[in-house]
């Protein structure tokens, strides 16, 4: 038996509404007692003086990238997961565009058997979503049903499907089924060869731009079709103040959706691709400034509900090319907390909870999964962070096999000291020293 008794730490449970200090017992990786003083413990419990730190629930990843199986050589499983937890994330789910795609239940059962032979398989959850087309292509329908029945979180090609008549088909034939369906708007004719999003800073830098209505016409037809058919729709990779304004406007008519946006798309814009680091090279790319300023205030109003991580691991062979050439995506599973608690709450942009609630609570409703609680005999789902402790993202306090990060190098205030992965016992991966740099 484990005993582990927080003191006066700061709670932010988004389900209750919590935010206050208070003392946590946890036994065997189950809650016993939250009161604002907990006098008696056993002998055997590990006392912890938390004064400064945070006592949140586990994180929720929406979508990520693996590398494994296929590209072993940006992630394995047993990176992924040790990153995830050591960024304070307690369920994970993955996009199916690995090498073979999850298109259909016997490769699921691989790759799940794949993951269980890691060691550190037991924290956090992971989850897959299942291909809508064959191969990801976006020209067949796979066998949803059966992926459904194999266990898969959801539905996503990760990938934009652009044939509407397909897109008909496969909400009328999910429109039955309790899982969610995610996608992703983009007009490829559009996008054309748009690197970065075109703008008066495109035009300024010389790189071909990607104009926002590639977004918004696609995310325009999308919308039409799920208010006719009324197929709950999950909205990924949201990037544009144009796409916030159809959002909230499908939303106020009573269309069935949620949206999500990408840490990264909260932080930087078009003004910091100036450097022209090929780690700022996105998909969708990094919008206009008035696209960050709309992002943020979706947040907070609640028209965008999640924020994803969309972590997408690539080598340093393969990013260090020219921008415009450069595979779109960063790491970030480790970076997101600490940069998203200093650039938003620390500035007041945003509170506390309001940012908990759309990395933890809220991703986990758009999963369709309940979200963790920080209450008594409930499992320990929990992240504690120290939002104070500065480190350097460097090569050996990264546990991501990739470094394609654009703060690779810098330093950072904040990190997860602890992570529970709610499973009855401690979650290992997610446990980290004190050691600044």
Known sequence: ????????????DPVSGTDQLADVLIT???????????????SDTVVRDCQGLILGTGLVDLYSH????????????????TAAAAGGFTRLAILPDTVPPLDNPSGLARVRQQERSHPSHSSPHLYYWGAITQGVEGQQMTELAELAAAGVVGFADGRPLSNLALLRRV???????????????CDPKLKGNGVMREGANSIRFGIPGNPAMSESAAL????????????????????????????????ARGVPVTASTSWMHLLLDTQDVSNYNPNLRLDPPLGNPEDRIALIEGIRDGVIDAIA??????TYEEK??????????????ELALPLLWQNLVDTGVCSALQLWQTISTNPAFCLGQSPAKIANEQPAELVL???????TVAQDTLKSLSRNTPWFGQKVRGRTVQTWSGQGKQGKQGKQGKQGK
């Not at 260090?320 to 599973?333: C, S, Y």
């Not at 962070?385 to 480190?391: I, Y």
């Open 171 to 185: 909400l009328e034939y999910l429109h039955p089924l309790p899982i969610p369906v995610a996608l992703w708007a």
């Open 320 to 333: 260090t090319v020219a921008f415009a050439e450069a595979p779109p995506g960063v790491i970030g599973l």
């Open 66 to 81: 693996s590398g494994e199986p296929g590209y072993e050589e940006r992630e394995t499983w047993t990176s992924l997961l």
């Open 309 to 314: 991580i969309d972590h997408t691991p690539y």
């Open 220 to 251: 325009s037809a999308i919308l039409e079709v799920v208010s006719a058919i009324a197929t709950p729709v999950h909205l990924m990779r949201i990037s544009t103040r144009r796409g916030v304004e159809l959002i909230q406007a499908a939303k």
């Open 28 to 42: 065997d990786g189950i809650i016993k007692a939250v009161a604002p003083k907990i006098a008696e413990w056993s």
């Open 1 to 12: 038996m484990t005993n582990e008794l927080l003191q006066q730490v700061r709670i932010l």
């Open 385 to 391: 962070f120290d939002p104070q402790q500065g480190w």
